[in-house]
């Protein structure tokens, strides 16, 4: 895509940064494969997955539907419960530890690596008393 956009950049996200890389003399093509790559997995995909996402728990859960429409106030719930409960980026955190430390009884020396899963965390029965329903924002409250 990037390739055909060199030649014929349109009016459009990349078209216009080739653009302009032309003119500043920065055209930077392994940079902007890695770019459209980005925007493509952690844009696109999350996005667009959390979206159809959100529209089955909804649809699933009438009631929870019921609540929204009643109130529109709850709507910032429509899109955290979602996050929450469907954890779609579960895989992408890891770290390593820069020092040693101590999380939840558990020991992480200095140097080594920590891979985090979010649907863990996000289905943690100790924060959420019952992780596979619906919850409400005082609990998400509590948690954060
Ligand atoms: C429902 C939508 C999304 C979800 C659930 C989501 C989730 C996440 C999570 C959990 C991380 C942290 C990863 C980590 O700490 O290791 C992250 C990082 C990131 N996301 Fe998203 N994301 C979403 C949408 C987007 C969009 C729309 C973009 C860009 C257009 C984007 C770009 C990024 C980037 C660039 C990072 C890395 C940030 C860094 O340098 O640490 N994300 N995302």
Redesign the pocket.
Known sequence: MITRKESEPGDDLFGRKIARQRREGTLDHAGLVSLAF??LT???E??A???SLGVVGLLSHPEQLALIKADPGRTPMAVEEP?RYFS??DT????LATDDAEIAGVSIKADEGVI?S?LSANWEPAVFENPAEPNEPSTHEEAS
């Open positions: 980005l925007l952690a844009g696109h999350t996005t997955n959390m979206i996050l779609i980026t992408v955190s890891s770290r985090v979010g």
